[in-house]
C-alpha cells in the first residue's frame, strides 16, 4: 500500500484547457511536495506547502490538511506543460514518501 | 548555481561489472539521498545519509553500497550489477533541521542499463 495516491495516472488536455491532477496521502506528513519531471529529464521542485494555498504563475497548489488531499491546477495549459507531475510528502526525520506520478500531455 | 550535480548521466554495464555513481552538492545541505524510479513506481529510497559520517538503508538497499565522503559528495556503487539494477537514479539533498519543513533538489538523473 503506498502512502501517497495519485490521479489521474495519465491525462491529455488540448492547449489552453484548466487541469487537476489530485493526490491523497494516508500519513501524518510536516508538507507535501509537488514536483515535475520532464522526458528524460532531471526533477524541480514545483510547490512545498503544509497548509493552505500556493500560485506560481499558472500552477496553483492546495492542501486540505484534515482531509489529507492536495491538488495541483494548471491554468491555461500549454505544451511546455507536457510532463509528468509528482505528489511528495515529508515526515519527521526528513524522508519523503512520493507517488507514481501523473503523466500530462497537452496537446497543441 | 549548480545545485546537485549528478555523474554520469547514462551508463551500460554487463552483469557482474561494478561501478559508482557520484553526486555532489553545493547547498551546505545535511542530508543527501538516493533514489530509484522504475515504471509505474514511485521513487524508492536505496540509501540516505542524514550527516556527514552517517549512513541507513532506505526501502530498497540490497546489491547497493553508499560512502558520505564529506558534506558535499555521496556515492552509491554497485559492486555486481544485475539486470534488475537497470533503472534511473536520482540523487537529491534537503536541508535536513527537525521541525522546518524541508524541500527536496534532485540531480539531473543517471540512466542505467544492465544487459
Known amino acids: 500500500k503506498n502512502e501517497v495516491e495519485q490521479s489521474p495516472q495519465n491525462l491529455t488536455a488540448q492547449e489552453g484547457e484548466f487541469i487537476t491532477i489530485n493526490c491523497s496521502y494516508s500519513v501524518g506528513i510536516s508538507a507535501l511536495h509537488w514536483l515535475q519531471q520532464h522526458p528524460g529529464g532531471g526533477i524541480v521542485s514545483l510547490f512545498m506547502l503544509s497548509s493552505g494555498k500556493k500560485k506560481h504563475g499558472r500552477l496553483i497548489a492546495t492542501i486540505n490538511i484534515q482531509e489529507k488531499h492536495s491538488s495541483l491546477h494548471i491554468t491555461a495549459s500549454h505544451p511546455r506543460d507536457s510532463a509528468v507531475y509528482i505528489c511528495?510528502?515529508?515526515?519527521?526525520?526528513?524522508?519523503?514518501?512520493f507517488g507514481t506520478g501523473t503523466s500530462l500531455t497537452v496537446i497543441p | 548555481n549548480a545545485g546537485v550535480t549528478q555523474t554520469p548521466k547514462f551508463q551500460v554495464l554487463k552483469t557482474g561489472q561494478s561501478m559508482t555513481l557520484q553526486c555532489a552538492q553545493d547547498m551546505n545541505h545535511n542530508s543527501m539521498y538516493w533514489y530509484r524510479q522504475d515504471p509505474g513506481m514511485g521513487l524508492r529510497l536505496i540509501y540516505y545519509?542524514?550527516?556527514?559520517?552517517?549512513?541507513d538503508k532506505g526501502e530498497v538497499p540490497n546489491g547497493y553500497n553508499v560512502s558520505r565522503l564529506n558534506k558535499r559528495e555521496f556515492s552509491l556503487r554497485l559492486e555486481s550489477a544485475a539486470p534488475s539494477q537497470t533503472s534511473v537514479y536520482f540523487c537529491a539533498s534537503s536541508e535536513a533541521r527537525v521541525g522546518w519543513n524541508t524541500e527536496a533538489f534532485f540531480g539531473q538523473g543517471t540512466r542505467l542499463t544492465v544487459v
Open positions: 511528495a510528502v515529508s515526515r519527521t526525520g526528513n524522508q519523503f514518501y
Open positions: 545519509s542524514a550527516s556527514e559520517g552517517t549512513t
